[in-house]
Structure formats: structure tokens, C-alpha cells
């Protein structure tokens, strides 16, 4: 490695890749920064929030990740004489007291709150709240940001994945080599697996975060086999079954490469049929392998198909195997393999297969997850909310665009059927305002105040909970394997029709009446009244 780059560049607790320096920001943080020093402003209390406005992928929930990752940030800031010096020459400036303050910089008089990982979240609802001095809080913008928005993405299109593909299928993530970047490859092996894979070929991800690792092989092994090389035994005894098949067309090289994979991984055997041609070939040379892996007590595996009408194909495989049970007198062995599909697959491919019909048992997604290729940026802001006592708010000609002021504490509360029915979010600084069990509260829509419901929720959960507090973590981070079962468990309290992929239901975020005042007041006050003539 690069020196300098060891210097900033480390494996975290959970071997994740993490750029541990205070300059993994932009350089209007660092501006502003000085900016706040020379103006007096930088010890001044400040409350920031991250949200997102818009829903990604055209749907209705979105996934939040990344929590642990800030978390450990957190704990490594501090910058060193280096970082110290190279700002220096980027802000040109020689302010000595400045500089001293930036080289004895901590974070023990910052709080950050965090929605749990793995948790649906709806725009609009803060999933971080950071609160400290200004010129610290200001900082930190750029970091967090990168840190939850590619994590929240991921995680919230594998769990669109899984909506489409149904719970019984196998979800494979194949995206490594096509991910942006090794940190972008490793990222997106973690958070496809929290938002609901199965698995992941990548092996360096297995390693780090314990996901479990699947593959097979590629169309350079079977091309690797010709039909002159010698015959195993076992490729042999593949070959007498095939000819009880009647697999005259079939190619001798690609039931070599299918033996031998077999003998090397007989507990693992999933063989790709399409290198030469599925139905004439590839399925023929892997029924002929399975009947020898059956008959010395191995298991039959798989199949994996690569190219192709994939529902056409998959049927068809299946029909096969059941012919050639028949016909091997197995029983209903081979009609029991398992088939893979891969190939560009996208979340409209695994909708049409379900509407088409298939015999799919799993499938490997590589490009269209890991580079979010619907949508390659989630949109989260970080936003001033409060300074000191005074709410704070950005206006914008772009209604939707406009900032709620003051800290907010969110709520989700959950009906009879225990299924989720609405978000709201209430003021932080008033105790009284929280919504209980059992009870009526008062629901407003954040932009027409006209628009009310009272909802009497069976349990309230409470969705900003503190991380980090007096320099240390107050929360302990969880594996990625909690944070895959919170994910499916609250994407279990969620409607259907909140999920689905074609004109998703809006899913109710609104704040409560002491909040829609709150924010009435201080609009009325930051807004200017225009003068025409």
C-alpha cells in the first residue's frame, strides 16, 4: 500500500475498508470552519439532521445503513500534524490558533442520534441527528453523508430484490467485478446481504463479515475440457448414463468439465449448461453427473443458467430432469436440482419471470444491485435545524425542498394487526409531546395542514436513539447478520401495497400538532413577504 495512504486507510472491527482520516470531507467544510472561527461562531450549539426527501428506485420505503460505520468514525477522529499542515496550505492560512484547535479537535462534546440499522425509513424522518458546537457539527457533513448514503442505496435495492423475487428464492450477489471500486465491491457484498441476499461470491466479504460465500465456475473451465482429452473414470461412468439418455449431441468436453468439477467439489456441484447449448447439451452432461453423484451418495447440486429465455429454459431444464428420472429409473432425484439463473438480471426481469411463469430456485444478481443502475445515488442532505434556542430553516422555491425546523424526535406507531400506519415526528424539546400507546394523537400532513388524521397506535417505537455521547459509543454495533434480520422484519410490518414496485402507496409521514405550529410560526418569520406592482 501507498504510504501515505497507510496512514489513512484502515481495516475497522468488522474488516471493513475505512478512510479514518478527518479530511475524508469537502473543502467548503473546511471553509466554513475557519469561516465560523473568524466570525465567533464556532462554539455556538447546533443541531443538524440527515434525511432524504425522496424515496429511491420511484418506491415508497427506503432501507437505513451505515450507523456502525459512523460509529467507528467517530471513535479515530482526530487530526494529525500532516492533516493539520496540508490544511494549512488548502485554506492558506497561517491563523495559529486555528491550527492549534484543529490539532487537539475531538468530538466529546458532539451527541449524534441514529435510526438502527436495518430499519425502513421514509422521507423527511431525520435518520441522524448530530448536535455540538457548529464548526464540529459542520464538519462532519461531508463524512456521514458518504457513509450512509451508498449503504442506505444498497441495502435498500437488495431488499427491492427480495420483494420481487419472493421469499422462498435464493438471492445470490455476483457483483464484485462489476462494483465501482474495491471499497464499492466490498460495500455492496455487505449491504446486499443485509438487505436480504443469501449469499455473495465475493470471498474477501465472506472473510470480513461472515456472509456466506456461493459460486460455481465459469465458461472458461467448460471450454478449458475438449472432446479429444482423456476420460476420467468418473466422466466415464457419466458417460454410460448419458447414453441412456440418448445424449448423442451432447459435448464429451463439457461432461469431462462437469465430472471433474464434481470430483474436485462433490458436496458443491452446480454445473453452468450454457457454454455450448442448454437444453442439447448442458442439461444432458449435468443429469449424466448428478445419476454418478447420486449413486455414490452425493448430492446432485444444481444447474446454472447464463444466458437465455431464463423462464423458457428453466421450465424446460425441469421437464427434462423429470424425463430423465424416468428413464434412469432415479425416482424423482434429478427432478429435485436446483437452477440458477443469472444474466443481467434487474428487479422488472425477476417481475416478468414470476408473470411468465419459471423454474427458478435461486439467482445470481451482479450489476444491476451493486451499481444501483436505477438509481446510483440515494439524496440525502444534511441539514442546520436549530442554533442555540432558535429553530432554524431553509427555504426554496421547490416546496418539497423546504426544510422543518427544530429538533425533531420520530415515532413509528404500529396498529391492532401490528403492521406500521404512520411516522410522526414531534419536538425534541418538549416532552409532552410524544405520542403513548392506546391514546389518540393528532397526525399532520407536513405541507397541508388541512390534511389530519387521529391515529390510536397498539405500540409506539421511539426511531432516533443515541450512538455516540461524551467521546465514546453508547450503542453497541451490530454484526451485519442482525442488522439482515431487522431488515426482513420490518419490511414484514409494511403493507404490500407500500412495497410493491408499479405505483407503490405513499407511506404516511407527518408531524404531530405542536410540531406543525412549531413550524407555522417560524416559516411565517423567516419567510419575506414579496412586494409586486
Same mark, same amino acid.
Given at each position: ?49 440527515? =434525511? ?22 467517530l ?29 487537539n ?55 427491492r ?29 455487505r ?17 470480513? =463479515? ?6 460455481? =465456475?465459469?465458461?472458461a ?31 464429451d ?21 450454457d ?43 425441469r ?23 443469472s ?13 411468465q ?11 444491476r444491485l ?89 405500540v ?18 451490530e ?8 431488515v ?46
Open positions: 500500500m501507498d504510504p501515505v495512504m497507510a496512514n489513512t486507510v484502515t481495516l475497522n472491527s468488522t474488516g471493513q475498508p475505512l478512510v479514518k482520516s478527518p479530511l475524508l470531507t469537502d473543502l467548503y467544510q473546511l471553509s466554513m470552519m475557519y469561516a465560523y472561527w473568524k466570525a465567533g461562531k464556532a462554539s455556538e450549539r447546533s443541531v443538524f439532521e440527515l =434525511f432524504f426527501r425522496k424515496c429511491p428506485f420511484r418506491g415508497e420505503f427506503a432501507i437505513f445503513c451505515g450507523a456502525g460505520d459512523i460509529a467507528r468514525y471513535s479515530d477522529f482526530a487530526f494529525s500534524d500532516d492533516d493539520v499542515e496540508y490544511v494549512e496550505s488548502v485554506l492558506q492560512t497561517k491563523d495559529a490558533s486555528f491550527l492549534a484547535f484543529l490539532r479537535l475531538r468530538l466529546d462534546d458532539v451527541t449524534v442520534y441514529a435510526v438502527e440499522e436495518g430499519r425502513a425509513v421514509f422521507p423527511r424522518t431525520p435518520l441522524l441527528r448530530v448536535e455540538g458546537p457548529l464548526m464540529k457539527c459542520q464538519l462532519l457533513e461531508t463524512a456521514l453523508l458518504n457513509m450512509v448514503n451508498f449503504a442506505s442505496l444498497v441495502a435498500t435495492n437488495a431488499a430484490f427480495r420483494i420481487a423475487a419472493g421469499d422462498q428464492a435464493s438471492l445470490l450477489e455476483f457483483g464484485l467485478r462489476r462494483a465501482q471500486g474495491v471499497d464499492g465491491g466490498l460495500s455492496a457484498s449491504y446486499s446481504y443485509a438487505g436480504g441476499f443469501d449469499g455473495t461470491s465475493n470471498v474477501l466479504a465472506g472473510k470480513l =463479515f461472515g456472509i456466506p460465500v456461493r459460486g460455481t =465456475f465459469a465458461h473451465y467448460v471450454t478449458s475440457f475438449a472432446d479429444t482429452d482423456t476420460m476420467t473414470p468418473r466422466a466415464r461412468r457419466a458417460h454410460a448414463f448419458r447414453e441412456k439418455i440418448d445424449g448423442s449431441g451432447a459435448h468436453g463439457e461432461l469431462l468439465a462437469f465430472a471433474s468439477f464434481a470430483e474436485s467439489f462433490p458436496e458443491r456441484f452446480i454445473a453452468l449448461i457454454t455450448y447449448d442448454t437444453l442439447h447439451s448442458g442439461i444432458i452432461n449435468y443429469a449424466a453427473v448428478a445419476a454418478v453423484q447420486h449413486e455414490e451418495g452425493l448430492p446432485i447440486g444444481g444447474v446454472r443458467i447464463d444466458s437465455g429465455d431464463l423462464a423458457y429454459l428453466s421450465r424446460e431444464c421437464r427434462l430432469l423429470i424425463e430423465y428420472d424416468t428413464i434412469l429409473g432415479l425416482e424423482g432425484v434429478l427432478s429435485k436440482a436446483t437452477i440458477v439463473a444474466n443481467e438480471i434487474d428487479v422488472a426481469t425477476l417481475l416478468a419471470l414470476q408473470q411463469g419459471h423454474s427458478i430456485d435461486a439467482f445470481g444478481i451482479g450489476t451493486v451499481t444501483c443502475s436505477d438509481q446510483p445515488a440515494m439524496g440525502c442532505v444534511y441539514k442546520l435545524v436549530q442554533l442555540g434556542d432558535d429553530p432554524r430553516m431553509k427555504l426554496s422555491e421547490e416546496l418539497s425542498k423546504e426544510t422543518l425546523p427544530g429538533v425533531k424526535m420520530p415515532f413509528r406507531l404500529l396498529g391492532q394487526a401490528g403492521g406500521a400506519i404512520v411516522d410522526v415526528l414531534c419536538r425534541g424539546d418538549d416532552a409532552d409531546d410524544r405520542p403513548q400507546a392506546k391514546e389518540r394523537f393528532l397526525c399532520i400532513h407536513p405541507s397541508d395542514p388541512d390534511r389530519r388524521i387521529h391515529a390510536v397506535p397498539s409506539v417505537q421511539e426511531l432516533l436513539l443515541p450512538l455516540w455521547k461524551d467521546g465514546k459509543i453508547v450503542r453497541e454495533t454484526d451485519i447478520h442482525a442488522v439482515r434480520r431487522r426482513l422484519a420490518d419490511l414484514a410490518i409494511l403493507r404490500d401495497d407500500y412495497k410493491r414496485t408499479l405505483n407503490p402507496t405513499p407511506y404516511k409521514v407527518s408531524l404531530s400538532a405542536a410540531m406543525a405550529e412549531m413550524y407555522r410560526k417560524v416559516r411565517a418569520k423567516t419567510a419575506r413577504v414579496a412586494e409586486i406592482s
